[in-house]
């Protein structure tokens, strides 16, 4: 699953009146079978192995993405599709993705809907109804689906601390607004509808400019060769 910021993934076996809480090593191990995708999912948060991406991502477009994930027929269980919807300053945008799900492994797939490429893995999770995808590719990006729009401070919490076991970024929490129908299309030819777009992101990132700011100085600051200490 090699989407802007996007993928499917991973029912918890937990309780669902109460979570318990996850060691890392529990945290960072994929599922031991194939949960249930299908229906709608609602991107949560972000985090990746470069904090830059899903930093910048968040303070300047701030999407908000839903999920729509069906089987793509009776006869081939394993291949779904997943309609990825994206809100990003009331411009909306949408994209089709078909992967095979086996066990914990998502699998891209060929013209003829073979798995193909490094697979995306579901991790576990002690929130009952999210999904974890730690996605495998040249920008590698743990994601955190939820069938709710918004998820507790403690689900929340979890997964911040699933990124640390990993050693990741702090997660991004995306916008929890999730509306796409009033919304303009990035294929309308208007330079107002630009315009607009160019001054809701600058006014997104005088209010969030900190973050990537952070980010940058953590980075230089842990390259070993300028030798901080």
Not at 49 to 77: E, F, G
Not at 78 to 90: P, Q, R, S, V, W
Not at 109 to 115: E, K, L, T
């Amino acid at each position: 699953m090699k989407t802007l910021c996007v993928a499917i993934v991973v029912l918890s076996l937990t309780s669902v009146c109460q979570s318990t809480a996850l060691t890392c090593e529990q945290l960072k191990k994929p599922l031991d079978q194939s949960p249930d995708v299908s229906g709608r999912w609602y991107m949560i948060a972000l985090s990746s192995d470069i904090c830059l991406i899903p930093t910048l991502l968040n303070s300047l477009l701030w999407p908000s993405v839903v999920v729509d994930v069906t089987a793509q027929d009776q006869t081939t269980p394993n291949i779904y599709n997943a309609n990825f919807t994206f809100n990003m300053h009331d411009f909306c945008d949408s994209e089709v993705e078909t992967f095979v799900l086996k066990s914990s492994s998502l699998f891209d797939v060929d013209s003829n809907n073979a798995p193909t490429g490094e697979p995306d893995t579901l991790l576990h999770t002690g929130c009952p109804d999210c999904l974890v995808i730690k996605g495998n590719d040249d920008i590698n990006l743990l994601m955190y689906l939820s069938r709710r729009k918004t998820v507790t401070d403690a689900e929340l919490k979890e997964f911040e601390t699933q990124s640390e076991c990993m050693g990741w970024s702090k997660p991004e929490v995306l916008n929890t607004v999730h509306e796409y129908k009033d919304c303009k299309s990035f294929d309308d030819d208007n330079e107002h509808d630009v315009s607009t777009l160019l001054a809701k992101m600058g006014q997104r990132m005088k209010s969030s400019f900190m973050s990537p700011l952070r980010c940058i100085g953590q980075y230089i600051f842990n390259i070993p060769s300028i030798g901080w200490t």
